[in-house]
């Protein structure tokens, strides 16, 4: 697990508190494992950590969007919804600034 300390000193990161921290860190990393056994991923323990204090940004950001709606009568309306495919597609390429992430077959 990519400490808090590392977040702030290294990556440079102020958007987390130690709290939301412990939980998107968690998250970012799990996501970046999850990476790992799907595609190749190839990076230094330096850079996985860093991809992982970025995910754990958007993961955030991610999560404070949607949370405005309006509703008049039967009519509701939400701001800012994020849809998965776009949660997923902000994680790759944040992830993509800190480690090289190949799809696909190599060596065709």
């Known amino acids: 697990m990519v400490g808090y300390a590392f977040y702030q000193d290294v990556y440079g ?3 987390l508190s130690s709290e939301e921290w412990a939980f998107y860190g968690l998250r970012a ?3 970046l494992e ?3 056994k799907i595609y190749t991923v190839v990076a230094s323990p330096e850079g996985e950590a860093m991809a992982v204090c970025a995910m754990a ?3 955030a950001v991610a999560k404070t969007q949607g949370v ?3 509703a008049i009568g039967s009519v509701s309306v939400r701001y800012g919804q994020v849809r998965p495919g776009d949660r997923e597609r902000e994680l790759m390429r944040c992830a993509g600034l800190y480690v090289d992430i190949y799809r696909g077959v190599s060596g065709c």
Do not use: C, D, I, P
């Open 13 to 15: 990161g102020s958007t």
């Open 68 to 70: 405005e709606s309006a």
């Open 57 to 59: 940004e958007a993961l």
């Open 34 to 36: 999850r990476y790992k």
């Open 29 to 31: 990393l799990e996501q």
